[in-house]
C-alpha cells in the first residue's frame, strides 16, 4: 500500500465520510478531535458521527482486503 492507493481509496467515501475521517484521525490538522468535538463542528449527535465513521472505516477496510 503506498499513499497513491490511499488516496484512492479516500475518494471511494462521500464528502461527510471524508470529513469525519479526517477529522477523527487528524488528517489536514495537528489533533484528532472527539467523536463529540465532530458532533459539535458538524452539528450532528454524536451517534450520528460514530455511525458515519464506523461506515467509512468499513468502506476503507473492503477496499484493504480486496486489494
Given at each position: ?8 481509496w ?58
Open positions: 500500500m503506498d499513499k497513491k492507493d490511499l488516496a484512492t479516500f475518494e471511494s467515501l462521500s464528502k461527510e465520510e471524508k470529513e469525519v475521517v479526517k477529522l477523527r484521525f487528524g488528517i489536514d490538522r495537528e489533533e484528532p478531535l472527539t467523536l463529540k468535538e465532530i458532533s459539535l463542528k458538524l452539528e450532528k449527535k454524536v451517534s450520528d458521527v460514530n455511525f458515519i465513521e464506523i461506515n467509512a472505516i468499513q468502506k476503507l477496510r473492503e477496499l484493504l482486503l480486496i486489494k
